[in-house]
């Protein structure tokens, strides 16, 4: 069974703070990886992609990929109140759909 | 921006009722979606779509069927509807080549009484 599994949280920051969320997965052969946002009665928002080991930046959001490891980490620097939300780690493998953690929910506190 | 529409937000049928829900997306992508979303479950994969009039069973195909006569429209089917199909209902499409990400309507929150 190809499983990524995330923390449900509540993971609780206050506004300013560097919110580290983090994501496993099973499967060796996984290709790409994702990171969406979810407001609350929301679709689900893309926000990064990475596929080879390491960081990338984009914005105050930072993607890191451990590919040994079989993690895939999404670090929030300056949170602030409207990054509260609903984060949802995808991962891809060759010729199938992403699978998707359940979600870690992440509450800045102003 | 891709643009995946979904054809209602909020809908509300009967048990026993055949139901519905409509996706278009206007980005020429090969690869369609269709999601359920529950409470404490995630997000959990219907059926999917690599092609016109292609389709491929998710997790959970039991009680429903996808038609894709076009490219841009992929749309589920409620056979029956029953109460434990209550939920929100997620389409999604992506690009058919390469390692693509996904990208999802608006959804729709369907209520079976």
């Known amino acids: 069974q190809k499983e990524v599994e995330q923390n449900s949280g509540p993971l609780s920051v206050p506004e300013g703070a560097i919110a580290s969320l983090n994501c496993t997965y099973s499967d060796r052969v996984s290709q790409s990886f994702f990171w969406y946002r979810q407001y609350s009665g929301k679709s689900p928002e893309l926000i990064m992609s990475i596929y080879s080991n390491g960081d990338k930046e984009d914005g105050r959001f930072t993607a890191q990929l451990n590919k040994a490891s079989q993690y895939v980490s999404l670090l929030i620097r300056d949170s602030q109140p409207s990054d509260s939300a609903t984060y949802l780690c995808?991962?891809?493998?060759?010729?199938?759909?992403?699978?998707f953690g359940k979600g870690t929910t992440l509450s800045v506190s102003s | 921006d891709v643009k995946v529409t979904q054809s209602s937000r909020y809908l509300v049928k009967r048990t026993g009722e055949k139901v519905f829900l409509e996706c278009v997306q206007d980005m020429d992508h090969e690869n369609m979606f269709w999601y359920r979303q529950d409470p404490g479950l995630g997000l959990r994969l219907i059926y999917f779509?690599?092609?016109?009039?292609?389709?491929e069973k998710g997790d959970i195909p039991e009680g429903y069927s996808v038609s894709r006569e076009k490219k841009e429209r992929f749309s589920l089917i409620l056979e029956s509807a029953s109460t434990n199909q209550t939920s929100m209902y997620l389409c999604a499409s992506s690009l058919g080549a390469g390692n693509q990400p996904q990208h999802f309507g608006d959804g729709t929150r369907l209520s079976i009484l």
């Open positions: 995808a991962v891809k493998q060759a010729g199938t759909a992403l699978i």
């Open positions: 779509s690599y092609d016109v009039k292609m389709k």
